[in-house]
């Protein structure tokens, strides 16, 4: 897994458009009331792994070789008690995920794996002032046993 590469990646490319960039501890610590919502320097952005899959092996008897696709959840948390309408925080949750697109797709996270790619994004929750939204990126290698 390279979430701490990604993190490191977005605390430098993100340019100080997000406040807080973290991990998944710090996302868990917060859902789960240590910390609470006022803990949140938002706009915030925490990586998150969610899970890896394989392809069919490539090669003959005695050795293997697969292309492991790992997906990683970049979960942005905007404030918005403070916006005058809808229209306005969706425009400013637009800008952030625009500016989270730009620094990770394309990025190469290290020599041996691909570029990472966008998947998805949804809307997780508004609630108490605040915007959660979830991007979904990939990147892939291959494990050669």
């Known amino acids: ?34 910390g609470g919502a006022a803990a949140v320097k938002a706009p915030a952005a925490y990586v998150v792994p969610q899970g890896d899959r394989s392809a069919s092996n490539q090669v003959g008897i005695g050795e293997t ?5 790992e997906r990683y959840i970049v ?26 697109r730009s620094a990770l797709i394309g990025w190469q996270p290290d020599p041996g794996r691909m570029p990472m790619l966008f998947v998805t994004g949804r809307l997780l929750a508004v609630e108490n002032g605040r915007v959660w939204w979830e991007d979904v990126f990939e990147t892939d290698i291959w494990v050669r046993v």
């Open 1 to 34: 897994m390279i979430t701490d590469a990604i993190i490191t990646h977005l605390t430098t490319a993100l340019d100080g458009s997000y406040r807080t960039v973290a991990g998944a501890l710090d996302l868990d610590r917060l859902a789960k009331g240590r």
């Open 65 to 69: 070789q697969q292309r492991l696709v």
């Open 75 to 100: 979960v942005t948390a905007l404030e918005a008690k403070n916006q005058r309408t809808a229209a306005q925080a969706e425009g400013e949750l637009e800008v952030l995920r625009q500016t989270l």
